[in-house]
């Protein structure tokens, strides 16, 4: 967990330069870093509270041990969710306006920020639960595909920036 919060926080800071390097000047793009660095902050957390329950003599207290597994989760559940689900709605209505991703991968990046917005819910609610795996597992598979495609737009850009001089 600790060790994945480092590539989530590059990949959000890469995401947010490609989105200005690509002439977006929004607000979104700045939602979306604070959502990348506040999904990777709630990971190392949880990283680091999920070690902690390694530790022999905190093994030894029942309440201790239930005290910080629920802090590991509920960074590594509902923390991560709403940041990611922040990173995701960012970059996808930013992508929106400028065209830069295609209507279906943005429509999956807004269902898996409306997931993770609404994933905030299970510290009120048990049932919301549910839509923590669904922003973690669809939101790797968006993450991905967004950026090979925003990977794409910046060759096709350079091309027309090629044709037109």
Same mark, same amino acid.
């Given at each position: 967990?600790?060790?994945?919060?480092?590539?989530?926080?590059?990949?959000?800071? /890469?995401?947010?330069?490609?989105?200005?390097?690509?002439?977006?000047?929004?607000?979104? /793009? &700045?939602?979306?870093?604070?959502?990348? @660095? /506040?999904?990777? &902050?709630? @990971?190392? @957390? %949880?990283?680091?509270?999920?070690?902690?329950?390694? @530790?022999?003599?905190?093994?030894? =207290?029942?309440?201790?041990?239930? +005290?910080?597994?629920?802090?590991?989760?509920?960074? $590594?559940?509902?923390?991560?969710?709403?940041?990611? $689900?922040?990173?995701?709605?960012?970059?996808?209505? /930013? %992508?929106?306006?400028?065209?830069?991703?295609?209507?279906?991968?943005?429509?999956?990046?807004?269902?898996?920020?409306?997931? $993770?917005?609404?994933? %905030?819910? %299970?510290?009120?609610?048990?049932?919301? &639960?549910?839509?923590?795996?669904?922003?973690?597992?669809?939101?790797?598979?968006?993450?991905?595909?967004?950026?090979?495609?925003?990977?794409? =737009?910046?060759?096709?850009?350079? +091309?027309?920036?090629?044709?037109?001089?």
């Amino acid at each position: 967990m600790f060790a994945s919060a480092v590539p989530l926080g590059l990949f959000a800071v /890469t995401m947010v330069s490609r989105l200005r390097f690509l002439g977006v000047r929004a607000a979104g /793009t &700045n939602i979306a870093l604070f959502g990348g @660095l /506040t999904a990777a &902050n709630a @990971l190392i @957390l %949880s990283g680091l509270f999920g070690w902690v329950l390694s @530790l022999p003599d905190v093994a030894a =207290s029942v309440s201790m041990v239930r +005290a910080i597994f629920f802090l590991s989760f509920l960074f $590594g559940g509902a923390a991560y969710a709403v940041g990611f $689900g922040l990173m995701a709605a960012g970059v996808c209505v /930013t %992508s929106y306006f400028y065209h830069l991703l295609p209507r279906w991968l943005i429509a999956l990046g807004m269902l898996v920020a409306v997931a $993770g917005e609404f994933s %905030s819910l %299970s510290l009120v609610a048990y049932p919301a &639960n549910f839509l923590i795996p669904i922003t973690r597992y669809l939101g790797f598979l968006w993450l991905l595909l967004a950026a090979v495609k925003l990977t794409k =737009s910046r060759d096709e850009a350079g +091309a027309a920036d090629v044709v037109d001089a």
